[in-house]
């Protein structure tokens, strides 16, 4: 874990509530379903972009260096998209789930997102501070009382996800790695975390709780 779920809890927990569960989603690389699609289209992009750039600067051509130059602009920004959706998009979403929190209390579901201080020696690499600046700290909290829909999906292991009302259609664009692009068609949830029938277990009951109070 890059950070310490409880504590990062801890700090949003009103005076008498109780923390049940803290926790994170799956660090490291991940590959999703909408990966199907993306990494062929990735890498037609990426490779038609870096041979268009191989292109400009091959020493067979000789425009007088202006056309060149201007190629060269034109060329750089699709090459670093190109970059960026075969390898850096899953830098950027490893990055964000790693600074992302989970809990559950007897009143409410918290989902901390952004990047958050690490307890030690800082973090001080480029892309960090890049999604820093992109994906600042949000807090979103959900009433045990008022929330319904509370849906599970297992994987094979035991892993899976969580998800907080009704699933958006556009879900599968969530999480593909643009910072604070595909997260804002996502549905509220619990991300890739481990033993969730357990957890989804103490939702439900921390709810049916809730609702008899």
Known sequence: MTVEASRVIAQELD?????????????????RGSDVFMIPFSIM??????????GVLSPARDDGGGPVFVGVLFAIP????????????FIVDAIQRGHTCYGVTDHRVI?????VDRQGAPDVALVTLLVAT??????????LRTMSDVSMTE???????????????????AGMGWPEMGYGFATASFELVEQVKSIYSLI?????????Q
């Open 111 to 115: 989902i901390v997102t952004g990047l």
């Open 134 to 143: 992109l994906s600042p700290r949000k807090v979103k909290s959900l009433d």
């Open 45 to 54: 992009w990426g490779g038609f972009a870096i041979l268009f750039a191989a």
């Open 155 to 173: 994987r094979s292991g035991g892993s899976g996800t969580i998800t907080f009302g009704p699933q958006n259609p556009y879900q599968h664009l």
């Open 204 to 212: 439900r009951d921390a709810q049916q709780k809730r609702w008899r």
């Open 78 to 89: 699709f090459v670093l998209v190109g970059l960026y959706m075969m390898f850096g998009r």
């Open 15 to 31: 005076a008498g509530e109780s923390l049940l569960w803290s926790g994170q989603p799956r660090n490291g690389i991940v590959f």
